[in-house]
Every structure is written in C-alpha cells, then in structure tokens.
Nanobody
C-alpha cells in the first residue's frame, strides 16, 4: 500500500501563489506517473498536471501558471501555482500510478485551495 499526503492548501487572494506538496510513502521512479487533480464544488474531478519520465503535461486552463515537479529524493511531488484565479478554487488531490504496482492508482486525501478576495 502506498500513502500520499498532500499539504500546502489554503486561502489566497486572486493573483497570489501557493505551493502544494504531495509526500509519498515510497520512492517514485521516473517511469511512474504522478498527477494532480482537482474537484470544484458541483463539478467532476479534472486532471490539472502530470509528470512522467521527465515529461510534464498540463490542463489548458493552468498552462503557464502551474508547474509540477519532483524533488531530488524522489518522494515528494510539488504543484507550484501562480497567478491564481477564483476558478482555481477546488480540492486538489495527488494521484500516483506506479509501474511496480501494475499501474494501480493511489490517491491522497486532498487539500482545499480557495482563491478569493
């Protein structure tokens, strides 16, 4: 079993920044896929960003504002969020799809991000 713990959410004004962290209970290999999803009230869960094999991909709504990265110890994934907008308000979830677990998916508990003045 792999555990993921998110942190770093909170209340921020429009135009502000936050950095989310996702600490994994195991080492993340480059062939694994780590992703951030979000779910706004009354909406479905959507993919925000992912990183795998050194490559990254972003939802169009966050391109140029959000950056996903993996720390050197290969146990923590970050989501740097800049120029935040009210529509970024959501619960953000970390997701791990690990090759050695046959691509079974693991989820964190989520962290709330609220963008409001």
């Amino acid at each position: 079993q792999v555990h993921l713990v998110e942190s770093g959410g909170g209340l921020v004004q429009p135009g502000g920044s936050l950095r989310l962290s996702c600490a994994a209970s195991t080492v993340i290999f480059s062939i694994d896929t780590m992703s951030w999803y979000r779910q706004a009230p009354g909406k479905g869960r959507e993919l925000v960003a992912l990183i795998t094999s050194g490559n990254t991909n972003y939802a169009d709504s966050v391109k140029g504002r959000f950056t996903i990265s993996l720390d050197n110890a290969k146990t923590t994934v970050y989501l740097q969020m800049n120029s935040l907008k009210p529509e970024d308000t959501a619960v953000y979830y970390c997701n791990a799809r690990l090759v050695r677990y046959r691509n079974l998916e693991f989820w964190g508990q989520g962290t709330q991000v609220t963008v409001s003045s």
